[in-house]
């Protein structure tokens, strides 16, 4: 162990669509969450490691926190809720331009009863494109909770106060161990992060309807031996008439679904990528206990 080295966990936790994952990727300094405009494109819980000359704080990015409307929902909830457990603080994170909905307060009365002894520190994000006074507003509402150690308006996009909000966090780390090497930035397998640049890409190209209905599975890898990775991979949907929206005219939308996500994992393995995506139906998986333990989502 270094010499007063400090280190610590800290869950992200919000409503959904608030900027989780854009802020971690931003501390991290890489993308290692995927970002859509749609509400809870994060579905698990996801680490994210920065690592300092003297610190090292382990991020949480946990799935936007509303109602669940299924059993991928639960799942979504569940997650959200259990990594506020044993760590050194908990992020909560608002949007300033949105201000505190009735989603926000449910979150605020449930942080309340579960943060217990662990410090919470707010993060009004969006500060860069929202008012004065809808920021204050956001403000004097925290400021009425004794569990809210410090409130900071940020911008997960732009980066304005990130560097102070990483040092009020810092500051609650404890004297402990390096959890990962210097060079690590995530705790996710190289097929979990395939899977979920493959889900974003989707959900950036698709109609409003379909994305919350997706889930990707990676079914094979393989590194040829002239340094080639084959990839092949499927994207569930529900319903019939959504494969054929998926697919496109003369599989011109699975293409470029395939185009969009072809670069960004070529540069997680270092290698040319030879990408294959097909498309099934799988009625219903998201209330499928089976399917979501083949998808990944599960508490194992």
């Known amino acids: 162990m270094k010499d007063k080295f400090r280190s610590g966990f800290v869950t ?4 959904p669509n608030v900027g989780k994952s854009t802020l971690m990727n931003r501390l991290v300094g890489q993308k290692i969450s995927i970002v859509s405009e749609r509400a809870q494109t994060t579905r698990s819980r996801i680490a994210g490691v920065v690592s300092r000359r003297d610190y090292q704080i382990v991020f949480l ?4 926190v509303t109602g669940a409307k299924n059993r991928l929902g639960e799942y979504m909830l569940k997650v959200a809720y259990e990594s506020l457990k044993d760590v050194e ?11 505190i909905r009735e989603m926000d307060e449910a979150l605020i009365k449930n942080l309340r009863e579960r943060a217990g002894d662990t410090p919470v520190v707010a993060a009004v994000n969006k500060s860069d494109i929202s008012t004065f006074d809808g920021i204050e507003t956001v403000r004097e509402r925290l400021e009425k909770e004794s569990f809210v150690k410090h409130i900071i308006p940020i911008s997960a996009e732009t980066g304005r106060n990130v560097d102070k ?6 500051g609650y780390l404890v004297e402990g161990p390096q959890y990962y090497p210097d ?5 996710q397998p190289m097929r979990v992060i395939t899977a979920e640049i493959i889900r974003e890409k989707a959900l950036k190209c698709l109609r409003q309807e379909i994305p919350h209905g997706i889930g990707v599975d990676i079914e094979r890898i393989f590194l040829r031996e002239d340094g080639i990775h084959d990839i092949s991979a499927v994207i569930y949907c529900e319903r019939e ?3 054929g929206i998926i697919i496109g005219v003369k599989g011109a939308m699975l293409k470029r679904i395939g185009s969009a996500a072809r670069p960004e994992i ?4 270092g290698t040319k990528v030879n990408l294959q995506l097909w498309v099934k139906v799988r009625p219903d998986w998201r209330n499928s206990a089976n399917a979501l333990r083949e998808l990944g989502y599960t508490d194992d």
């Open 241 to 243: 008439s959504h494969k």
């Open 89 to 99: 603080c908990i992020l909560f994170m608002l949007d300033a331009s949105k201000g």
């Open 12 to 15: 992200i936790i919000g409503s």
């Open 165 to 170: 909000l990483e040092a009020i966090l810092a």
């Open 61 to 64: 990015d946990t799935p936007g």
């Open 183 to 187: 060079d690590m930035v995530t705790d």
């Open 266 to 269: 070529e540069a997680l393995f």
